[in-house]
């Protein structure tokens, strides 16, 4: 593949923004970046492979900076959920096709998203955790294994699963960014012994690399700046976002 500069550049562009929401919210990387790179018409195991990358880069920065905050007991949950989910999710991109996902994807997160985000904002009370019993982080690791090895969406559930939980801004991120990383580990071995790994997807990276560095700075400088009670809220009009530009990107497909 003959790859031209404006091309190179415009890749750039897509992962800064990625990584920027991921360092900003602890998510959302795969489901910004995969659709603006699918508009470059760039091989879609490139695609893949590069966020791989990317998205652990950035987990790597962020969970060294907010261990300190990770729930550990969830994460051991999740990560156990995850691996058994990984291998579930090679079948699952065999026997389903991505539209199907993509548009149940972007439809529940644009549904969980508006409902959560319309009753915090009218809600003047502190709004109780739900799903206390632990049990749960198992199926949210599950499902995120399941996601992440088949459509490298595996945010998508875990983000789920801390907003029902009410993790604190800290928490929320130190938690998704430990479980990414090491989630994501797995993910992009397997993505390397399947073949995905290429000449292009390391020249793209490379140019990249810079700019993750930048966009996780700056992330971590926006998101310090954010009050902890709107930093929910922001979650949850995020979710409403990627869950229209999931529709979107599924519906071109059909």
């Not at 007991?73 to 995850?82: M, N, Q």
């Not at 559930?157 to 938690?175: A, I, K, N, S």
């Amino acid at each position: 593949m003959v790859m031209s500069v404006s091309l190179i550049i415009l890749v750039v562009i897509a992962v800064f923004i990625g990584a920027l929401s991921r360092s900003t919210f602890g998510f959302g990387e795969a489901v910004v970046s995969m659709p603006l790179l699918a508009l470059l018409s760039l091989d879609l195991h490139i695609s893949i492979s590069l966020i791989g990358l990317v998205g652990l880069t950035v987990a790597l920065f962020t969970a060294v900076s907010g261990w300190s905050y990770v729930d550990r007991p969830a994460l051991i949950r999740l990560v156990i959920g995850a691996l058994a989910g990984i291998p579930l999710g090679i079948l699952l991109v065999v026997k389903l096709p991505e539209t199907i996902i993509t548009i149940a994807l972007g439809f529940f997160l644009l549904v969980y998203g508006t409902y959560s985000f319309s009753k915090h904002l009218c809600s003047n009370e502190h709004i109780q955790a739900r799903l206390k019993n632990k049990f749960w982080a198992l199926p949210a690791g599950l499902i995120s294994g399941i996601l992440g090895s088949a459509y490298n969406s595996h945010g998508v559930p875990v983000v789920v699963y801390g907003t029902l939980r009410r993790w604190e801004p800290q928490r929320f991120r130190g938690t998704l960014q430990a479980h990414f990383l090491i989630s994501g580990i797995f993910i992009v071995a397997g993505q390397a012994l399947g073949g995905l790994w290429t000449k292009e997807v390391f020249i793209l990276y490379g140019y990249s690399f810079p700019v993750i560095v930048h966009a996780t700075v700056l992330g971590v400088f926006i998101q310090r700046r954010i009050p902890n009670e709107k930093f929910e809220r922001y979650v949850f009009l995020l979710l409403v976002v990627l869950g229209t530009v999931l529709l979107m990107n599924g519906a071109q497909s059909l």
